[in-house]
């Protein structure tokens, strides 16, 4: 089992992060909520370090990545150790693997041609989280945090809650064009470490929910509301 190196680093984030890190005690502390809003730079690791004392002491946590457009998927790997108990492999890979010689004989496309990785996440020492925990996730969900996202859901660290992802995670590699202009091509295949896709089609949730018009118009948070509705509900059958 590997890590994901440290280098791999999407870079489709390229905005500056808007309030990064939001952590605060809601329904009267019995539920904390997290906010993980870019993973473009490391200070995200520490912010949830600096705050993960009184994270764990509250009953239930709430996690927040609906506006995370990615960055590096290793900082979203860290977070997660700190979640679960026991850790094991979270997403597989194929790197596409180019032989010129290949081609010429005819033979490029085929499976030959691919190199598969497994990345892993090891768990922090301290026994993870105890309480359950819940993924907000939707189609402002980008690469590095579908990354997250689908680690969190092969390693079983809570419930995903929410609407897809945007299902576009890749290492993008970028090039300039005649003119001026530039583009980007998605150079690796990730997917769930049991060979699930998620490339197309986004990490789905296990409870769907999805905000309405007027839920917007009426500054109305349906997602997080339904969030948590469904802690207080296993608090209450408890």
Not at 102 to 109: E, I, K, N, Q
Not at 162 to 187: I, N, Y
Request: contains cysteine.
């Amino acid at each position: 089992m590997k890590t994901k190196p440290e280098w791999f680093i999407d870079r489709r984030d390229t905005r500056p992060p808007q309030g990064r890190f939001e952590f605060r005690l809601i329904d009267n502390g019995r539920i904390a909520y997290v906010a993980l809003n870019t993973f473009g730079e490391r200070d995200i690791v520490t912010d949830f370090e600096k705050a993960w004392p009184e994270i764990r002491k509250a009953p239930a946590l709430i996690l927040d990545v609906r506006t995370n457009g990615g960055g590096n998927s290793g900082f979203g790997y860290q977070i997660l150790a700190y979640l679960v108990a026991k850790g094991g492999d979270a997403e597989g890979a194929r790197l596409p693997l180019y032989r010129p010689t290949y081609r010429a004989w005819g033979r490029l496309g085929h499976g030959r041609d691919w190199q598969t990785d497994t990345w892993s996440v090891d768990a922090q020492a301290g026994g993870g989280y105890s309480g359950p925990i819940v993924l907000l996730t939707g189609p402002g969900t980008f690469s590095a945090a579908e990354d997250f996202a689908a680690s969190f859901d092969m390693l079983k660290a809570g419930i995903i809650l929410g609407e897809p992802t945007a299902g576009s995670t890749g290492q993008p590699l970028d090039f300039r064009l005649p003119g001026g202009g530039s583009a980007r091509v998605c150079t690796i295949q990730t997917r769930y470490a049991d060979g699930r896709e998620f490339v197309g089609v986004g990490v789905q949730p296990k409870i769907r929910v999805t905000p309405t018009l007027a839920d917007f118009r009426a500054g109305k948070d349906t997602v997080l509301q339904s969030a948590e509705a469904y802690l207080r509900g296993r608090a209450a059958t408890k």
